[in-house]
T-cell receptor, first 113, second 119 residues
Framework: ETGVTQSPTHLIKTRGQQVTLRCSSQ?????VSWYQQALGQGPQFIFQYYREEENGRGNFPPRFSGLQFPNYSSELNVNALELDDSALYLC???WGWGTGELFFGEGSRLTVL | AQKVTQAQTEISVVEKEDVTLDCVYETRDTTYYLFWYKQPPSGELVFLIRRNSFDEQNEISGRYSWNFQKSTSSFNFTITASQVVDSAVYFCALSEGDAGGTSYGKLTFGQGTILTVHP
């Protein structure tokens, strides 16, 4: 059984640039959630995708957007990067959106200079 | 709005000591779910337990036990006879849900407690 994989693991961008982060969900999972974890903080919910549709969104501006593909993998896109976007971005997959038992990847560490 | 508070930022113990991690939550929902996740240095969060608001029975799983008290809005986690491998950041989390067992997937996490177990 393949776990959740994320890429890239680390990246550095400058303010104003755009970034795309990728996530492959665990085999058999059809739901992907994205979380932002700032240093020393708990993860914050960005949004969730269920069967290719957005199924809930946290308190993040529209420059945070996402996609889920037919194979249930997902992308997180962030436009017009700001310094405060520096964080660990965690992807989590699950079977359905109804259990709360999420399987997380190791995250993508984004640094914005 | 939902809120989870983990008042202990860092805890340091010596191996074989028992340790309790505190979690207090706030929610207006009548049906909700509580979780504990562990985050080792590698970064991924590992699911430990889920409880729904209707089930206040305490749970034990090996060296881990959880105490849910609705009256005080607390969901504390105890590790008995701690081991060095227990060193990690532990997060308590909350989500709304329905009585049918569905958690709506959006988790609100606390700030986490860094647990260090010394040999």
């Amino acid at each position: 059984e393949t776990g959740v994989t994320q890429s890239p693991t680390h990246l550095i961008k400058t303010r104003g640039q755009q970034v795309t982060l990728r996530c492959s969900s665990q085999s058999g999972h059809n739901t992907v959630s994205w979380y932002q974890q700032a240093l020393g903080q708990g993860p914050q919910f960005i949004f969730q995708y269920y069967r290719e549709e957005e199924n809930g969104r946290g308190n993040f501006p529209p420059r945070f957007s996402g996609l889920q593909f037919p194979n249930y993998s997902s992308e997180l896109n962030v436009n017009a990067l700001e310094l405060d976007d520096s964080a660990l971005y965690l992807c989590a997959s699950s079977w359905g959106w109804g259990t709360g038992e999420l399987f997380f990847g190791e995250g993508s560490r984004l640094t914005v200079l | 709005a939902q809120k989870v508070t983990q008042a202990q930022t860092e805890i340091s113990v010596v191996e074989k000591e028992d340790v309790t991690l505190d979690c207090v939550y706030e929610t207006r929902d009548t049906t909700y779910y509580l979780f504990w996740y562990k985050q080792p240095p590698s970064g991924e969060l590992v699911f430990l337990i889920r409880r729904n608001s209707f089930d206040e029975q305490n749970e034990i799983s090996g060296r881990y036990s959880w105490n849910f008290q609705k009256s005080t809005s607390s969901f504390n986690f105890t590790i008995t006879a701690s081991q060095v491998v227990d060193s990690a950041v532990y997060f308590c989390a909350l989500s709304e849900g329905d009585a049918g067992g569905t958690s709506y997937g959006k988790l609100t996490f606390g700030q986490g407690t860094i647990l260090t177990v010394h040999p």
